[in-house]
């Protein structure tokens, strides 16, 4: 599997920015497709992740301002990102977990976006 994210930059506080992810090679039926950060000196942390079947999850940090979508026919994923705040600066991974039946899971990660938030 292999994840080309695009986006990320300097944004001024407050200001927006959409994050994309296009999967290719083997991807299973049941996946899920999100977005994790990771800041200097801190652990890795989910951002938002949606399912093959739909099923959205958020950071209670980032609920009400970011958005993900995703277009399983193209298997690409997006991340929205609005009302942008210094503590939001990290680097963004695009994520691909692939589920097995009848149990576990393989992940599969893109590059890394910078995003920097600051006036």
């Known amino acids: 599997v292999q994840l080309q994210a695009s986006g990320g930059g300097l944004v001024q506080p407050g200001g927006s920015l959409r994050l994309s992810c296009a999967a290719s090679?083997?991807?299973?039926?049941?996946?899920?497709m999100g977005w994790y950060r990771q800041a200097p000196g801190k652990q890795r942390e989910l951002v938002a992740a949606m399912s093959s079947g739909g099923i959205t999850n958020y950071a209670d940090s980032v609920k009400g301002r970011f958005t993900i979508s995703r277009d399983n026919a193209k298997n690409t994923v997006a991340l929205q990102m609005n009302s942008l705040k210094p503590e939001d600066t990290a680097v963004y991974y695009c994520n691909l977990r692939n589920w097995a039946v009848p149990g576990g899971y393989q992940d599969h990660w893109g590059q890394g976006t910078q995003v920097t938030v600051s006036s």
């Open positions: 090679g083997t991807i299973f039926s049941i996946n899920t």
